[in-house]
């Protein structure tokens, strides 16, 4: 397999911070039941958005930087490309959205496109490894 990638494949969700043991807890006007359930249907509505150059989805791909769900149930979306000239970078923001906004209870949702940092093959999981063959 050619090392080299030119397609918009996604970038993987950073580690999670560890919350400062002096922090104030954060707190959400959503019920954590509801925003539980929102998150995994909004993690299995971006596994249905594809690269069209890669068989895996942009979530496995490690594309999807952040999700964040305001109290007025706005999501957030920062992601990135496999590459900034990639064919599709004017189209996926816009089905990354379109995908997210069929989760009951979300109201609006923003994609910030950004190439910092920009994505490399360590973001993908597992599944996206194996699918594609890259162990």
Known sequence: MDNTNTSCAPAPVPEAVEADHHSPEITSA????????????????????YDPEIPVDIFELGLIYK????????V???MTLTAPGCPVAGDMPGW???AVRTVEGVMDVDVN???DPPWDPSRMSDEARVALNMW
């Open 76 to 78: 957030k979306i920062d």
């Open 113 to 115: 496109l950004t190439f």
């Open 30 to 49: 959503i019920p954590k039941e509801e925003l539980d359930r929102m998150t995994d249907d909004m993690i299995a509505a971006l596994k249905t958005v």
């Open 67 to 74: 999700i964040d769900v305001e109290d007025d149930r706005t």
């Open 96 to 98: 990354v959205a379109d």
